[in-house]
Protein backbone atom coordinates (compact mmCIF):
# COMPACT_ATOMS: atom_id res chain seq x y z
CA UNK A 1 0.00 0.00 0.00
CA UNK A 2 2.84 2.21 1.32
CA UNK A 3 4.98 2.04 -2.47
CA UNK A 4 1.50 2.64 -4.44
CA UNK A 5 1.00 6.05 -2.29
CA UNK A 6 4.83 7.01 -2.97
CA UNK A 7 4.55 6.06 -6.37
CA UNK A 8 1.70 8.04 -7.05
CA UNK A 9 2.98 11.12 -5.83
CA UNK A 10 6.09 10.99 -7.97
CA UNK A 11 4.17 10.60 -10.65
CA UNK A 12 1.84 13.65 -9.55
CA UNK A 13 5.89 15.53 -9.25
CA UNK A 14 6.59 14.06 -13.03
CA UNK A 15 3.73 15.54 -14.05
CA UNK A 16 3.89 18.95 -12.74
CA UNK A 17 7.61 19.44 -13.70
CA UNK A 18 7.01 18.17 -17.37
CA UNK A 19 4.15 21.13 -17.26
CA UNK A 20 6.31 23.61 -16.21
CA UNK A 21 8.94 23.03 -18.25
CA UNK A 22 6.66 22.83 -21.36
CA UNK A 23 5.22 25.96 -20.13
CA UNK A 24 8.77 27.50 -20.57
CA UNK A 25 9.09 25.18 -24.00
CA UNK A 26 11.82 23.75 -22.65
CA UNK A 27 12.73 20.02 -23.80
CA UNK A 28 14.02 17.74 -21.34
CA UNK A 29 17.51 18.20 -22.47
CA UNK A 30 16.95 21.77 -22.31
CA UNK A 31 15.70 21.16 -18.60
CA UNK A 32 18.36 18.35 -18.14
CA UNK A 33 21.50 20.74 -18.58
CA UNK A 34 20.19 23.67 -16.76
CA UNK A 35 19.65 21.76 -13.53
CA UNK A 36 22.97 20.05 -13.91
CA UNK A 37 21.40 16.25 -14.01
CA UNK A 38 21.29 13.29 -16.66
CA UNK A 39 18.68 13.93 -19.44
CA UNK A 40 17.35 10.09 -18.94
CA UNK A 41 16.97 11.19 -15.14
CA UNK A 42 14.57 14.06 -16.14
CA UNK A 43 12.57 11.56 -17.80
CA UNK A 44 12.19 8.73 -15.55
CA UNK A 45 11.26 11.68 -12.82
CA UNK A 46 8.30 12.72 -15.10
CA UNK A 47 7.45 9.20 -15.82
CA UNK A 48 7.08 8.87 -11.80
CA UNK A 49 9.70 6.26 -12.05
CA UNK A 50 12.60 8.10 -9.93
CA UNK A 51 12.43 9.41 -6.84
CA UNK A 52 14.36 12.39 -6.68
CA UNK A 53 15.98 13.68 -3.54
CA UNK A 54 14.94 17.28 -2.05
CA UNK A 55 17.54 19.04 -2.97
CA UNK A 56 17.19 17.62 -6.76
CA UNK A 57 13.60 18.78 -6.89
CA UNK A 58 15.01 21.92 -5.08
CA UNK A 59 17.25 22.86 -8.15
CA UNK A 60 14.62 21.76 -10.49
CA UNK A 61 12.21 24.41 -9.03
CA UNK A 62 14.60 26.80 -8.94
CA UNK A 63 16.08 26.20 -13.12
CA UNK A 64 12.14 26.27 -13.63
CA UNK A 65 11.33 29.52 -11.67
CA UNK A 66 9.09 28.34 -9.85
CA UNK A 67 8.04 28.21 -5.72
CA UNK A 68 9.55 24.72 -4.72
CA UNK A 69 5.51 23.17 -3.48
CA UNK A 70 4.20 23.95 -6.36
CA UNK A 71 5.81 20.47 -7.93
CA UNK A 72 3.99 18.92 -5.08
CA UNK A 73 0.23 20.26 -5.86
CA UNK A 74 -2.07 17.63 -7.19
Known amino acids: MAKRVIDGRCKIIG ?3 KRYR ?5 TQEGLAE ?4 H ?6 IERGLRYPSLK ?3 RIADVLMIEAEK ?3 A
Not at 22 to 26: H, I, L
Open 22 to 26: EEKGW
Open 71 to 73: IFK
Open 39 to 44: VSYVGQ
Open 56 to 58: VLF
Open 34 to 37: KANI
Open 15 to 17: QNI
